[in-house]
């Protein structure tokens, strides 16, 4: 079972950028689909955007053109550039590892439920 640690948040205005990271152990990221999911106070936790083991890409449509996943197997490191910030981008932000699901569909891999491994979050803050 991974351990992830995230990293990278912070307070922003409106439009600006931030870059999130999750550093992982115990597991290698690249194995199976990974993913960031983010929850405001008294939601759920929503699903932002996963990559899969073969580097395919899904993004929630909220976040979709703006915000950018990425993985770098060689120091096992999982990313989120968000950019073009905006308030209701207001959340702590979780990575996920360890997917549970075999089918490689949307109904399973946006479901928190999906994932074995979580990291502590990052409090990512947007001001207007």
């Known amino acids: 079972q991974a351990q992830l640690v995230e990293s990278g948040g912070g307070s922003v205005q409106t439009g600006g950028s931030l870059k999130l990271s999750c550093a992982a152990s115990g597991s290698t990221l690249s194995s199976s689909s990974v993913a960031w999911f983010r929850q405001a106070p008294g939601k759920e936790r929503d699903f932002v955007a996963r990559i899969s083991w073969s580097g395919t890409t899904n993004y929630a449509d909220s976040v979709n053109g703006r915000f950018t996943i990425s993985r770098d197997n060689a120091k096992n490191t999982l990313y989120l550039q968000m950019n073009n910030l905006k308030p209701e981008d207001t959340a702590v932000y979780y990575c996920?590892?360890?997917?549970?699901?075999?089918?490689?569909?949307?109904?399973?891999?946006?479901?928190?439920?999906?994932?074995?491994?979580w990291g502590q979050g990052t409090q990512v803050t947007v001001s207007s």
């Open positions: 996920a590892a360890g997917a549970r699901f075999s089918a490689d569909t949307a109904s399973a891999y946006t479901r928190a439920d999906g994932y074995i491994s």
